[in-house]
Structures are given as structure tokens and as C-alpha cells.
């Protein structure tokens, strides 16, 4: 049985004031048609299928036109909320939906929904894990009367009670659909970031479960094993994930323990590129006629004065210029003042934890987070 994996579409997104409506709906019909190039059986999306929890008119059109569409190829969808989805929202109509095949998580109440399906091989079970807080499983467990049973802080003890509360027969297929941040994992300036890593989640966690399909991160990657795995946004949401190619991820399950993995670059409507060099330079004709002048630019000039109405006559260009920046020694020497006031304004944990990431490519866990504060308070005592 084949599945095709994406997430965080943040349909109605706007980037820098500019709306990427027209690229989603470009993308999304790409993403169908590969579906059905691939012969998938089932589209499995990770969350945060809007950009904010009340989400535009036309954004609700776009996505209720993307689910339609799916299950008019035949195809069954799996869905659940991300952070930044309304959960209520999302699961509206859910019960109507399941009767095309568009099976959407309804608001975690205690248990997990688990959807039957049948190949060859025999049964598989998809599982639907919305974005879940501690919070919401202490109140879970506050309703029946289990808190002597020591109730989760974090998000690693919240994610790991949902897990244990899932009904799975580990002799069966098993995959899973969620949304949350797997300790490990890159991040990209166009996420949400916790201070700390505090909404870290270990890899461990999810070891019941054949294939992890996650959401919640923009950078496609494997986390702990290959099949605990981001697939990525589908589109560039930020700078920071300019050098990427987007890709859905195909996953071919054929008998138990027996998976395969495939991704599939995505081409979008309008890229997204850094442009750097003197005014003179990135305005020749000889320096942009060989590109697409329509792409969604960063541009960094790079002369010592600032550009009169640098930006409107570089839009006359470049029509996708979204943010023009200068370095220079006048740049340098406000970046240097600026790091310094940052520092001052600063905690010695928010400063130790910058450190750490810097050195490790990655977030402190949230218990390395514990132990560093206790020490920082045992030296000042």
C-alpha cells in the first residue's frame, strides 16, 4: 500500500505582505498529480493545514477544494490539527468527510483515532495524533480521577502518555500521523520555536509504530530512524530554507518491516533566492536575463550609501523582491551594537542556551535546560 506524505501547507499564509494563495493552489494540484502518477492509495497530511486557527474565506475554499479533489481520484486522506490549526475547526464535519474516505482527527478528548485498512498483505492501521500540549493530557487524566498517577510537564511525557493510551497490535502495520517536534531535528526560521526546547518529544516515543509521518518542522528530514520522518513544507516559507528542494515523501508499504521511501521534488509557481552584489551590479541585464526576474527574492546590496527608493526601482525588476537589506561597515557596526544590548538584555540561561545550540546544530532537551538553571542558581546562592 502506498502513501504520500506532506504537511504544514499553512494555506493562507502571507510572507512579507505578499500572499501565497496562488502558489498553494499551484502546489496542491502538483501534489495531486503526482498522487496519481504514483498510484497512491492514501494521502496522509501532518498538520498545520492552515496558517492561523481562524483562517480566510478563500483559504478554506483552497483546501476544501484540495480534499475534494482527492477523494474525486480515489484516494483516502488522513489528517490531523497542527499548532497552528484551530483543532475545533479542523474537525468540523469529520463525521460527514469519513463517507468520501477524508478521515480528519477530532479534538483529543483522551484517545487517538485509529482507521482500519486492507491490502495484500493484509491489515494496516493508520493512527491520528492531533498537536497535543501537557496540558491537555492533564486534563485528560484530572477527568478520570488518574493524577496519583503522576500527571505530564512535558511535552515528551504528554506525547508518550497519548502513545501508551493507543490501542496498537504490534504484529499489524502500523503508521502514525503527527504533529510535533522530535528532539534532533532541524528547524527553520519560518517555525515556531519554544525557548529551550521545551516541546521536545524523543524519537523513542514512537517505536510501536512501522512509519511516523510527521508535520510540525520545514526542513524534510529523519529523526532517529529513517521512518520517523518531516516531510517538509511544501513550499518555501522563509530565507533560511532557500537552498532546499520541497518534496513530497512516497512510502511503499508492502509486508511488515518491510518499507521503502521515496521523495519527490516539487516545483513551485515562484522560487524563493538571496541576490547579493553592488546596486549597479544586480540591475545589469547581463546579471538577471538568464534567471526568473518573477522568483520571490532576497535581495543584499552591498554598496557603502543606501539606495534612494532602492526598493521600488528594484521591484521594477525584480516584481518578487520581498526584503532588500544592505551589508556594509555602517550594517556591520549596528549588528555588532545591536548583539551587544541583545546580551545585556539577556538571562544567563537564554544566553546558554543560544551557546549550546550554536556549538550542536541543535535546541538543549528540557532536562539539560533543568540542570543548567540549577546550576546557574547554585552559583549564585
Known amino acids: 500500500m502506498k502513501f504520500l506524505h506532506i504537511s504544514d501547507l499553512h494555506i493562507g499564509k502571507r510572507l512579507n505582505e505578499f500572499s501565497l494563495i496562488d502558489d498553494q493552489k499551484y502546489i496542491l494540484d502538483q501534489i495531486l498529480h503526482i498522487a496519481r502518477s504514483k498510484q497512491v492509495q492514501a494521502v496522509l497530511i501532518a498538520g498545520d493545514l492552515?496558517?492561523?486557527?481562524?483562517?480566510?474565506a478563500e483559504a478554506v475554499r483552497v483546501l476544501d477544494t484540495f480534499l475534494t479533489d482527492l477523494a474525486d481520484a480515489g484516494l483516502k486522506v488522513f489528517a490531523v490539527s497542527g499548532n497552528h490549526d484551530s483543532p475545533e475547526r479542523i474537525a468540523f464535519g469529520a463525521q460527514l468527510m469519513k463517507g468520501r474516505g477524508v478521515y480528519v482527527?477530532?479534538?483529543?478528548?483522551?484517545?487517538?483515532?485509529?482507521?482500519?485498512?486492507?491490502?495484500?498483505?493484509?491489515?494496516?492501521?493508520?493512527h491520528l495524533l492531533p498537536f497535543v500540549k501537557p496540558a491537555v493530557l492533564r486534563h485528560v487524566l484530572e477527568q478520570e480521577a488518574q493524577a496519583d498517577a503522576g500527571l505530564p510537564e512535558s511535552y515528551h511525557d504528554a506525547v508518550k502518555a497519548a502513545v501508551e493510551r493507543m490501542e496498537i497490535d504490534t504484529s499489524k502495520r502500523n503508521?502514525?500521523?503527527?504533529?510535533?517536534?522530535?528532539?534532533?531535528a532541524g528547524r527553520c526560521d519560518s517555525e515556531d520555536i519554544s525557548v529551550g526546547g521545551m516541546d521536545n518529544v524523543d524519537a523513542e516515543v514512537f517505536e510501536p509504530f512501522d512509519y511516523v509521518a510527521l508535520g510540525h518542522l520545514h526542513s524534510p528530514q529523519s529523526v532517529g530512524r529513517e521512518t520517523v520522518r518531516y516531510c517538509g513544507t511544501p513550499l518555501k516559507y522563509s530565507f533560511s530554507e532557500a537552498e532546499q528542494v520541497k518534496s513530497v515523501t512516497i512510502v511503499d508499504c508492502a509486508a511488515k518491516g518491510q518499507l521503502t521511501l521515496e521523495t519527490v521534488p516539487l516545483a513551485p509557481l515562484h522560487d524563493m533566492r538571496k541576490i547579493r552584489g553592488a546596486y549597479l551590479e544586480v540591475t545589469a541585464r547581463s546579471f538577471y536575463e538568464d534567471t526568473n526576474t518573477e522568483d520571490y527574492v532576497q535581495i543584499t546590496l552591498t554598496d557603502e550609501e543606501d539606495v534612494p527608493d532602492g526598493l521600488s526601482k528594484l521591484r521594477i525588476i525584480y516584481p518578487g523582491l520581498m526584503q532588500l537589506l544592505y551589508d556594509n561597515s555602517r550594517t556591520k557596526q549596528n549588528r555588532m551594537v545591536e548583539l551587544a544590548e541583545g546580551a545585556e538584555q539577556k538571562s544567563e540561561l537564554e544566553l546558554f542556551l543560544e551557546f549550546y545550540e550554536m556549538q550542536n546544530n541543535q535546541p538543549m532537551s528540557q532536562e539539560q535546560a533543568a540542570f543548567v538553571q540549577k546550576l546557574i542558581e547554585q552559583d549564585a546562592e
Do not use: N
Open 105 to 126: 482527527s477530532p479534538v483529543y478528548a483522551g484517545a487517538a483515532v485509529k482507521i482500519p485498512m486492507t491490502d495484500a498483505y493484509g491489515e494496516l492501521f493508520v
Open 175 to 184: 503508521i502514525l500521523v503527527a504533529h510535533q517536534f522530535v528532539t534532533g
Open 50 to 56: 492552515y496558517d492561523k486557527p481562524v483562517p480566510s
